[in-house]
């Protein structure tokens, strides 16, 4: 469980949307013959290889893919500056950096609400609550499963998929061939289940945020998705194990002001999709008047409880919410010794992970305005086919990261079909799922399970996985049809 809180930044990072959408700005030059596109293209597969080769070489990934970002676009503005076009290329970089800062203030309230609700005990409590339900192992492999469906289509893959863990981990620690098959299990239910979801992957958030797919359509990929999860699950289910585990610990109540935590996030959520919808606001706006709720539960939970207090002045108003760590009367330091505050969990971010995507959107933006996504969408959408290749944006997403390939197809701009958009979408949020490495919630797992869950372990279901991701395919194309 202590994996489960310390991935809880990163999460927000793989789990929430890229807002790297701002409009494209088109290029006034073709640069793709030149010296110049060559260059960057180069600069781009060698940080991308860098960053791969993250866990062998010991450099972060974020390194190469910032310091590629920052040449490509100095390649790019020497050109055009040179041609007395430097204001044009430096509208084209303006247009990302203002999409990512909308993409930093959206993880920065997502993340305060689910540290505030690990806090509460609310993660812990669930954990609990299921181990104690003594399901056998059979029965725990579906509730796992379908638990991990429809908390993947609120909250994020790499939450879920921990969350999950924690408790096939718990739960089956002496039965490693129950955990094995249980994990792959919940990796292929939470990619199915953030497929359907503008809120759920990062391949949905990505589209709506493009307004290519309006929010009520993505719930037509709800049966292909169902299908996607449920087809493995039901020939996996005869390689589970009989038998049932051994009985958990109690569970701990939660502590005050919990349920109205995760009450305030779901309402959080709806005012970001109302302010998309209604008010053409950025979602991101939605979520800062979300952190707003949150201030002020914060201050009646303080004020209602320790109104006879009287704070030391050395202690900021931030500080207040260090009150909501226990009962006792005064303010008191967490585990790491620090006052609980807002901007102490913004400190707790996975740095590393934010700043490789914006070097990978950047680079992805500084090789679309080269004019490189156009020749590759030409080369996709017209010679292959809308159909074959969004089947193949899915199975690459297996082994490159989901956003990056949405983010790519979007930039591209493909003359599409509305149902072609909801395949693409569904492909390439289900795709990863056909490798341990291809989703944030198998790569998460690979590190909570202590080697229990490993890549060959996934690799062996790949066929049975691939079967789901047919599925979901033909299911998608006969339910909606009138998509098309």
């Given at each position: 469980?202590?994996?489960?809180?310390?991935?809880?930044?990163?999460?927000?990072?793989?789990?929430?949307?890229?807002?790297?959408?701002?409009?494209?700005?088109?290029?006034?030059?073709?640069?793709?013959?030149?010296?110049?596109?060559?260059?960057?293209?180069?600069?781009?597969?060698?940080?991308?290889?860098?960053?791969?080769?993250?866990?062998?070489?010991?450099?972060?990934?974020?390194?190469?893919?910032?310091?590629?970002?920052?040449?490509?676009?100095?390649?790019?503005?020497?050109?055009?500056?040179?041609?007395?076009?430097?204001?044009?290329?430096?509208?084209?970089?303006?247009?990302?950096?203002?999409?990512?800062?909308?993409?930093?203030?959206?993880?920065?309230?997502?993340?305060?609400?689910?540290?505030?609700?690990?806090?509460?005990?609310?993660?812990?409590?669930?954990?609990?609550?299921?181990?104690?339900?003594?399901?056998?192992?059979?029965?725990?492999?579906?509730?796992?499963?379908?638990?991990?469906?429809?908390?993947?289509?609120?909250?994020?893959?790499?939450?879920?998929?921990?969350?999950?863990?924690?408790?096939?981990?718990?739960?089956?620690?002496?039965?490693?061939?129950?955990?094995?098959?249980?994990?792959?299990?919940?990796?292929?239910?939470?990619?199915?289940?953030?497929?359907?979801?503008?809120?759920?992957?990062?391949?949905?958030?990505?589209?709506?945020?493009?307004?290519?797919?309006?929010?009520?359509?993505?719930?037509?990929?709800?049966?292909?998705?169902?299908?996607?999860?449920?087809?493995?699950?039901?020939?996996?289910?005869?390689?589970?194990?009989?038998?049932?585990?051994?009985?958990?610990?109690?569970?701990?109540?939660?502590?005050?002001?919990?349920?109205?935590?995760?009450?305030?996030?779901?309402?959080?959520?709806?005012?970001?999709?109302?302010?998309?919808?209604?008010?053409?606001?950025?979602?991101?706006?939605?979520?800062?008047?979300?952190?707003?709720?949150?201030?002020?539960?914060?201050?009646?939970?303080?004020?209602?409880?320790?109104?006879?207090?009287?704070?030391?002045?050395?202690?900021?108003?931030?500080?207040?919410?260090?009150?909501?760590?226990?009962?006792?009367?005064?303010?008191?330091?967490?585990?790491?010794?620090?006052?609980?505050?807002?901007?102490?969990?913004?400190?707790?971010?996975?740095?590393?992970?934010?700043?490789?995507?914006?070097?990978?959107?950047?680079?992805?933006?500084?090789?679309?305005?080269?004019?490189?996504?156009?020749?590759?969408?030409?080369?996709?959408?017209?010679?292959?086919?809308?159909?074959?290749?969004?089947?193949?944006?899915?199975?690459?997403?297996?082994?490159?990261?989901?956003?990056?390939?949405?983010?790519?197809?979007?930039?591209?701009?493909?003359?599409?079909?509305?149902?072609?958009?909801?395949?693409?979408?569904?492909?390439?949020?289900?795709?990863?799922?056909?490798?341990?490495?291809?989703?944030?919630?198998?790569?998460?797992?690979l590190g909570q399970m202590e080697g229990k869950y490993s890549f060959m372990s996934h690799l062996k279901w790949s066929p049975v996985i691939a079967?789901?991701?047919?599925?979901?395919?033909?299911?998608?194309?006969?339910?909606?049809?009138?998509?098309?």
């Amino acid at each position: 469980m202590k994996l489960f809180f310390r991935y809880l930044p990163l999460l927000l990072i793989l789990g929430l949307p890229s807002y790297c959408l701002a409009e494209a700005i088109e290029p006034k030059l073709d640069l793709t013959r030149s010296w110049i596109g060559y260059g960057a293209l180069a600069i781009f597969f060698l940080a991308y290889i860098l960053a791969m080769l993250e866990e062998s070489t010991q450099l972060r990934k974020s390194k190469p893919m910032v310091f590629a970002a920052s040449l490509i676009w100095v390649l790019i503005a020497t050109v055009y500056t040179r041609m007395g076009l430097g204001a044009h290329s430096g509208q084209a970089f303006r247009a990302s950096l203002e999409g990512y800062a909308e993409l930093f203030l959206f993880i920065l309230v997502s993340m305060t609400y689910l540290n505030a609700m690990e806090q509460r005990g609310v993660f812990e409590n669930l954990r609990v609550w299921l181990l104690g339900r003594k399901f056998g192992y059979r029965k725990l492999f579906w509730v796992t499963g379908t638990l991990a469906f429809f908390m993947s289509s609120v909250l994020n893959n790499l939450t879920t998929s921990l969350l999950m863990g924690a408790v096939l981990m718990a739960m089956g620690r002496k039965n490693n061939k129950f955990i094995s098959v249980a994990c792959v299990n919940v990796v292929v239910a939470t990619n199915a289940g953030g497929s359907f979801s503008p809120f759920g992957d990062i391949t949905t958030l990505l589209v709506w945020q493009k307004e290519v797919v309006p929010f009520t359509s993505f719930f037509a990929l709800f049966i292909p998705a169902v299908v996607n999860f449920v087809l493995p699950a039901s020939i996996m289910h005869f390689w589970v194990p009989k038998g049932a585990p051994s009985a958990p610990e109690a569970a701990k109540p939660m502590r005050r002001g919990a349920m109205g935590i995760v009450f305030l996030f779901l309402l959080t959520i709806l005012t970001a999709v109302c302010f998309e919808n209604f008010l053409d606001l950025p979602p991101a706006a939605g979520m800062l008047a979300g952190l707003s709720y949150l201030s002020f539960y914060f201050y009646y939970l303080y004020s209602s409880r320790h109104k006879e207090n009287v704070l030391d002045t050395d202690i900021t108003e931030a500080a207040l919410d260090s009150s909501l760590q226990d009962e006792s009367a005064a303010p008191i330091k967490s585990e790491d010794g620090l006052f609980f505050d807002v901007f102490h969990n913004v400190s707790r971010l996975e740095w590393d992970t934010l700043l490789f995507f914006y070097g990978v959107m950047v680079s992805v933006g500084g090789l679309s305005y080269l004019g490189y996504l156009h020749v590759a969408s030409h080369a996709l959408y017209q010679d292959l086919g809308a159909t074959w290749a969004n089947i193949l944006v899915g199975i690459v997403s297996a082994f490159i990261d989901n956003g990056t390939i949405m983010y790519a197809v979007l930039t591209m701009a493909p003359d599409i079909s509305h149902g072609q958009w909801l395949l693409v979408t569904l492909t390439a949020g289900v795709g990863g799922s056909l490798l341990a490495i291809g989703s944030a919630a198998g790569v998460g797992l690979l590190g909570q399970m202590e080697g229990k869950y490993s890549f060959m372990s996934h690799l062996k279901w790949s066929p049975v996985i691939a079967l789901g991701y047919v599925g979901s395919i033909v299911t998608h194309f006969l339910l909606n049809g009138r998509y098309f």
